[in-house]
């Protein structure tokens, strides 16, 4: 019943920390790198990213939005929630290292659904991965380049990620098997 | 509704779930809130997806959207069917003159066999109001209203209640004049609808012969009015002092049998829209016009040409506007 807590404000913070580094190392610095979230959670996570990065290296790294709603293959089984937002890409993104970022990867679908947005908007040279938390169960051939943690889970369990800027405090938990009341079930995320 | 979020996201969520349920586009007369808020916020991504090198995305792709058009039309149609194409969707257009219609066939059995066919969603237009309402009960697709009659045309409310918004954010309180042939106008209604429920201050500027049985100031027959309370001025000088949006709506001569006007140049004198009235309103307001317009008759063509007017950009929302209905309907389907 009891959600257990798995990443504490301070991990989240060193996680994100952590990854930026690696985006620098893995770039060799910031040229031609676009960090595009995901929303929702990716957003400010991409934001904090950018603000590492920014401390770090000195440097600013352009940060976009994508919104995947509309690429979803998913839409007659989906929660009724019909909230989508505009796509907002800083810069062209032809010939340019996206990373994407997202809080939680699991079945692999919405980043699927992501590749496609993205290309849409253009050619990048390359397309990188960065997730806070990877919890398995993957259904198609979709891997992070940057993970916060492996967080091994049951299909049942439920991996809720909050973030200050969305939730009000920082915090990543994982939830045993819902009750049936609340199953939105597999094919989320 | 606020744009709060509770601590987990359950509870902002729920709300949001239980805000689209609805089958059938037929008014805004059923619309709540929280519907008409669910359009806006999608109309406004689909605003970005046209604004695209290739403005296509494939949210409803392998969908099949038929428009039944049983009156002439260029904006609509043609709308409706760029939307269902933006959207990755096929489209099949049929027009009454040219299908079996004219060979007798019933709207009944019409619409049957373009379910039959495989249409997922039907876009209709009928001169006859409630047209839609009756298919709607006969049929497992998605019915929406292009137009019935004098009845209503929802999608053009809702993309006149966008251009409003993307210009004035918030239209509680705001004065917007709807000045013309309120009695034919499906336009007039649906906007009533819409804009009432935001809280707009809706004005309605008509010659009495102009205007519904029941808003005219003489009082005259007692039957219950159908619609929202509005203000009904007949004077347009001083409708549209202090307005923020003054609609101009077509005079529907073809809807009109004689008698209603002494002439179309008295009508133009007393209930044009020019520039010497628009100074009246508050500086910037906007100038609506559903299209397609009698121009030096409702409407004068400086005033359409002019920085205030949204007339072009109003069609132009209307492709989004669209969208977000189609893709909104697709997706509360279960």
Redesign the interface.
């Known amino acids: 019943m009891g959600a257990k807590t798995v990443l504490t404000r301070e991990d989240i913070r060193r996680a994100v920390g952590r990854i930026a580094h690696e985006i620098l190392e893995r770039n060799r610095g910031l040229d031609g790198v676009v960090l595009v979230g995901m929303r929702t959670r990716g957003v400010p996570l991409a934001a904090r990213l950018a603000a590492a990065i920014q401390e770090f290296e000195g440097q600013a790294v352009p940060v976009g939005t994508l919104?995947i709603?509309?690429?979803?293959d998913d839409?007659?089984?989906?929660?009724?929630?019909?909230?989508?937002?505009?796509?907002?890409l800083p810069t062209d993104i032809h010939g340019k290292r996206v990373v994407l970022v997202d809080d939680v990867l699991y079945t692999g679908r919405s980043i699927r659904a992501a590749l496609?947005?993205l290309i849409?908007?253009g050619r990048p040279a390359s397309i990188q991965l960065a997730v806070l938390v990877d919890r398995g169960h993957r259904e198609l051939p979709i891997r992070p380049d940057y993970v916060g943690k492996n967080i091994p889970t049951a299909l049942g369990e439920d991996v809720?990620v909050?973030l200050e800027e969305?939730?009000?405090?920082d915090e990543v938990l994982v939830e045993a098997a819902l009750s049936a009341a609340e199953g939105t079930g597999e094919g989320e995320r | 509704m606020s744009e709060e979020?509770s601590?987990?996201?359950a509870v902002a969520?729920l709300e949001?779930?239980?805000?689209?349920?609805r089958r059938h586009v037929l008014d805004l007369d059923d619309f709540s809130r929280a519907e008409i808020e669910?359009v806006m916020?999608?109309a406004?991504?689909m605003?970005?997806?046209l604004g695209?090198e290739?403005p296509?995305?494939?949210?409803l792709r392998g969908r099949t959207i038929v428009t039944l058009f049983y009156e002439a039309s260029t904006r609509t149609r043609a709308s409706f069917e760029l939307a269902a194409k933006a959207?990755g969707a096929d489209v099949i257009n049929i027009a009454a003159s040219g299908s079996s219609v004219q060979k007798g066939e019933s709207l009944y059995d019409t619409v049957r066999t373009l379910q039959a066919v495989g249409a997922q969603m039907l876009v209709m237009r009928h001169a006859s109001s409630g047209a839609p309402y009756l298919v709607a009960r006969h049929v497992e697709m998605n019915v929406i209203n292009g137009g019935d009659g004098w009845h209503a045309h929802p999608t053009q409310g809702l993309l006149d209640i966008y251009t409003m918004r993307s210009h004035l954010g918030d239209l509680r309180g705001r004065r917007v004049v709807i000045v013309g042939d309120i009695a034919h106008s499906r336009v007039a209604r649906s906007n009533i609808w819409g804009l009432t429920n935001l809280g707009a201050d809706v004005v309605v500027c008509a010659p009495p012969t102009l205007l519904p049985f029941g808003m005219r100031p003489d009082g005259a027959p007692a039957e219950p009015l159908a619609l929202p309370r509005v203000t009904v001025e007949t004077d347009l000088d001083r409708a549209v002092e202090g307005a923020d949006v003054v609609m101009a709506l077509r005079l529907q001569l073809e809807r009109m049998t004689a008698g209603l006007l002494p002439s179309l140049r008295e009508y133009a004198r007393l209930y044009q829209v020019n520039e010497e009235r628009l100074a009246r309103a508050r500086p910037g307001a906007l100038v609506m016009h559903p299209g397609p317009m009698n121009e030096g008759v409702e409407i004068s063509p400086a005033v359409a040409r002019s920085l205030q007017s949204t007339i072009e950009e109003q069609v132009t929302n209307g492709v989004a506007v669209r969208m977000a209905v189609l893709?909104?309907l697709?997706?509360?389907?279960?």
């Open positions: 919104d709603g509309l690429y979803r839409i007659p089984a989906m929660e009724l929630r019909p909230q989508i937002k505009p796509t907002e496609d947005a849409d908007f809720q909050l969305t939730d009000g405090l | 979020r601590p987990a996201g969520s949001v779930k239980s805000t689209w349920t669910a916020e999608t406004g991504a605003t970005e997806v695209r290739v296509r995305v494939p949210a959207l893709y909104l697709a997706r509360g389907k279960a």
